[in-house]
C-alpha cells in the first residue's frame, strides 16, 4: 500500500531522475549510510565493553560516554540529510490522508521550507560561533571541537542542498502537475 505523500514525493524527487546531482546525492547517502552503521556498530561494541568489564574485572573506561556521544551526534546529525536524499523522512500522516492532493502537496513543500529555514539557522549559527571553538576538546579523549561538532555542521548544510535541490525538481516539475 501507497503512502499517502507518494504523490508529492515523486514529484519532488522522481525514480527516473539520473543526473549528475542525484547520482552524487545518491553516492552522499550510501556513504553516510555506511558511516551510521560504522557508528552504530561502534556504540554497541563500546556500550558492551564497559559493562563486561565493569561487571567482570571492576574496571570502568571513562572515555566511553564522550566516545557513544561523539558516535551518536554523528548518526543523527547525518541522518539528516540522507534520509531527505532517499525521502526517507518520517511523517505522519493522521491529518494529511484525509486532505486533497494539493493540500498534501502544500504541506510537503511547507515542510521542506520548514527543513530548509532550520538548516540555514543551524548552519548559520554554527559558522558563527565556530570561532570560538578555537583549541577547546572535549575533557576526556580530547577531540577538538571542531571535529566533534562536523557533523552538527555537515548534516544541516548537505540537508539545505538537498532540500534546495528537491524544490528544484519540484518546480522543474511544472509546480505539481502530473506528469502523464
Known amino acids: 500500500m501507497r503512502s499517502v505523500d507518494d504523490e508529492a514525493r515523486e514529484r519532488a524527487l522522481p525514480p527516473d531522475d539520473h543526473s549528475i546531482v542525484q547520482r552524487w546525492f545518491e553516492a552522499l547517502a550510501t556513504t553516510i549510510g555506511v558511516v551510521q552503521g560504522i ?3 561502534a556504540i554497541v561494541l563500546l556500550i558492551l565493553l564497559t559493562i563486561v568489564l565493569r ?9 566511553v560516554f564522550e566516545a557513544a556521544g561523539f558516535l551518536m551526534v554523528t548518526l543523527v546529525f547525518l541522518g539528516i540529510p540522507k534520509n531527505l536524499v532517499r525521502n526517507e523522512d518520517i511523517t505522519v500522516d493522521f491529518v494529511t490522508s484525509r486532505l486533497g492532493r494539493h493540500a498534501r502537496t502544500g504541506l510537503w513543500l511547507l515542510g521542506r521550507f520548514i527543513i530548509l529555514g532550520v538548516s540555514v ?19 576526556t579523549l580530547e577531540i577538538p571541537h571542531r571535529l566533534f561538532y562536523f557533523s552538527v555542521l555537515a548534516g544541516p548544510l548537505l540537508a539545505v ?5 528537491h524544490l528544484l525538481l519540484f518546480l522543474r516539475k511544472g509546480h505539481g502537475r502530473d506528469r502523464t
Open 39 to 41: 557508528a552504530l556498530c
Open 121 to 139: 539557522v543551524f548552519v548559520t549559527y554554527l559558522i558563527e560561533h565556530s570561532a570560538r571553538f578555537g583549541r577547546l576538546a572535549t575533557p
Open 55 to 63: 561487571n567482570f574485572f571492576d574496571v570502568g573506561l571513562v572515555w
Open 161 to 165: 542542498f538537498v532540500t534546495c535541490w
